[in-house]
């Protein structure tokens, strides 16, 4: 992925957190949105987000194709 790709997380559960991960070094926590079933939000990685974590139930689109996560149990 190149620093203008973005994601579209669509929530399947109330409570799916998206959490942006900083660049560099030591990579940190910088963000957090908490999405509710049905909300569905546009990410972008930037010069400070090299990765994202998404924790519940979520269907992942990128251009490489559609993952999902699952709940956790």
Same mark, same amino acid.
């Given at each position: 992925?190149?620093?203008?790709?973005? =994601? +579209?997380?669509?929530? %399947?559960?109330?409570? +799916?957190? +998206? =959490?942006?991960?900083?660049?560099?070094?030591?990579?940190?926590?910088?963000?957090? @949105?908490?999405? /509710?079933?049905?909300?569905?939000? =546009?990410?972008?990685?930037? @010069?400070?987000?090299?990765?994202?974590? =998404?924790r519940? %139930?979520?269907?992942?689109?990128?251009?490489?194709?559609?993952?999902?996560? /699952?709940s956790k %149990?």
């Open positions: 992925m190149s620093q203008n790709d973005y =994601i +579209v997380i669509r929530a %399947k559960e109330d409570g +799916v957190h +998206v =959490i942006g991960l900083t660049r560099g070094n030591d990579t940190k926590f910088h963000h957090s @949105e908490k999405l /509710d079933d049905g909300e569905v939000m =546009i990410a972008q990685f930037t @010069e400070h987000t090299s990765a994202m974590k =998404i519940g %139930k979520a269907e992942i689109q990128t251009a490489f194709g559609v993952v999902e996560s /699952d %149990k």
